[in-house]
């Protein structure tokens, strides 16, 4: 009688072929996570200049009309006043929203970043103020005390101090 080997082809992975898998995939991790986090803190700060961009044309119009500008929500408004502001509900990235000079020709419009955003940008403040020849400029402020802050979360044209 002939004996009749069995030939067993190896099924599955080595242990060090599943380890070289788990490094590679820590690796990209490592990469990975850290631009997500930019890319996100990014983004909130970029969101809140357009939000407080689009409420500087109704600041502009109400100007021009001689109308004073005051910050909020207000159901008794004189006919010469606009208030002006963010909800809660549509802008849940901004904590704090302030109108300096609203009265004069050259009003500041100030946004704090909290609430939802990162910790990297929650504090950030994003103001655009106007001169007295109508020109709006725009600056994103950390105040010194926002840690994990960098100067590339600041969107062109609206650059960081």
């Known amino acids: 009688m002939k004996?009749?080997?069995?030939?067993?082809?190896?099924?599955?992975?080595?242990?060090?072929?599943?380890?070289?898998?788990?490094?590679i995939i820590g690796i990209l991790?490592?990469?990975?996570?850290?631009?997500?986090q930019d890319y996100t803190a990014r983004s909130q700060v970029t969101r809140v200049v357009g939000e407080v961009s689009a409420l500087k044309t109704s600041a502009e119009t109400s100007l021009q009309r001689g109308a004073t500008i005051i910050a909020g929500f207000a159901?008794?408004?004189?006919?010469?006043e606009l208030a002006i502001g963010f909800d809660a509900?549509?802008?849940n990235m901004v904590q704090t929203f302030d109108v300096d000079g609203g009265g004069s020709a050259t009003?500041?419009?100030?946004?704090?970043?909290g609430d939802n955003a990162s910790a990297a940008v929650s504090g950030v403040v994003v103001e655009y103020s106007?001169?007295?020849?109508?020109?709006?400029?725009?600056?994103?402020?950390?105040?010194?005390n926002v840690t994990?802050?960098?100067?590339?979360?600041?969107?062109?044209?609206?650059?960081?101090?």
């Open 148 to 161: 994990g802050w960098k100067d590339s979360y600041a969107p062109s044209g609206c650059p960081a101090s």
């Open 130 to 144: 106007r001169d007295a020849q109508g020109r709006w400029t725009c600056i994103i402020t950390n105040g010194g």
């Open 3 to 23: 004996s009749i080997q069995m030939n067993h082809a190896q099924k599955g992975f080595t242990l060090i072929e599943l380890m070289i898998v788990v490094a």
């Open 107 to 113: 009003p500041t419009l100030e946004a704090t970043l």
């Open 29 to 36: 991790a490592a990469i990975a996570i850290p631009q997500y």
């Open 75 to 80: 159901d008794n408004l004189a006919s010469d």
């Open 89 to 91: 509900a549509t802008s």
